[in-house]
């Protein structure tokens, strides 16, 4: 991997408050903690732009009776968005909880939460999104 250095003007305090997080998070130097502020960053500009794909895990929690099954698993077949896998733990005798890891548009992604969302005895859901910006050092981090 080329790597290319590059001077940055930032207020002292703005500085400060980044080398606590550096600190904070173990990083050795400022070098690797920018690397990932800037691959973050671009991750949530490009979740910004609608025809973007990704990936994304949506977490729900419900209360398990046959019709929101049905119309779980029926929301995932009618999908656009990939449902690339599903982990299901019954974590009481009533409610489980439920992992579905899924890939798509930005638009797609959202249409599936919604839809999830919208059934009748979800108790909870949460949508954690990413992609990988397509530069040399992250189809490195792919390859390893
Ligand atoms: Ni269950």
Redesign the pocket.
Known sequence: MELKRFGVSIPRDLLELFDEVVTKRGYIGRSEAIRDAMRLYISQQRWESEDATGFASINIVYE?KPKLMAALLKSQHDSKAKVISTL????THT??F?ILTVEGTVIEIHKLADKIGGISGIEFIEIFTFSLPETEGCKQLQES
Do not use: F, M
């Open positions: 398990h299901h733990t019954h974590i409610h489980c439920e």
